[in-house]
């Protein structure tokens, strides 16, 4: 289960829970029963995936649909949930981090490490409902601030939320890989463990020498942080330093 692709792996244990009910159910056990059964299998798969923020998602499913549908007697009530889900991340951006967003203060420590002069761009690439987006803020209040989010759902609620909080940063809904990252001085990146090694290599191609990418929790692989900030609560924030590789490469074929 775990190996399957988040957030399939989630759905399928939720369609596992409601299925072991609704068979029950039919057979005639009695409907607390099979509740408690759908959500002792939800709890059970959950058990499977090492980041708790992933097991709290999966074994929550079960029981929270069966809240908010309690009174729905219907054994596809759980395609309610699955549409949200759809609804908010379409399915182009799972192979990328679904929404989790920065804690607060996060970032607080970055400007001692990456200073940036005024008026200087800085992107979060997936800002989801905004939250990375304040972090910098608060971290960078005269920097240019872009966020760029797959699902339109979600940037509209990052506009409205960044709006009513005062931040000023403009919210694009677009794929980050297809953004031209050129133009910025620091992209904040909180992704997945996967994505790194493709923002490395976008940053690498597209970003000029001396500007930095910054990732919260995850590291790229084999590449040398220039800053580690930790932070409370098992964060930590890894900072990248983009070098003149083309010199480098020229240097090492004279
Ligand atoms: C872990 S959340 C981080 C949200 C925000 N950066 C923060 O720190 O508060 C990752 C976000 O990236 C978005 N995302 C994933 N793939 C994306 C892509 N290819 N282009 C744009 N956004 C993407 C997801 O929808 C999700 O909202």
Known sequence: MHSLRWPLAALLSWALAWGLFALLAVVGVP????LA??????????????????????ALGFPLSILMLGRVDATWAWLVPLGVLLLVYPLRSWSDAPL???????????PGVVPLAPGSEVLDAGCGVGHGLAELARAYPEARLRGIEWSGLLA??????????????????????LLDWSGFALVYIFQRPESMAQAWAKARLEMLPGTHLASLDFEIPGEMPVARIELSGHHEVLVYKLGDWRADAAQQGA
């Open 31 to 34: 409907a607390g029963l099979a």
């Open 156 to 177: 509209r609620i990052a506009r409205l939320l960044l709006r009513l909080r005062g931040v000023d940063a403009a919210v694009l809904q677009g794929d980050m890989w």
């Open 37 to 58: 059964a759908g959500g002792f299998l939800g709890a059970a798969l959950a058990l499977l995936h090492a980041q708790r923020w992933r097991r709290l998602i999966v």
């Open 100 to 110: 989790y967003p920065t804690p607060e203060g996060a970032l607080e420590a970055l």
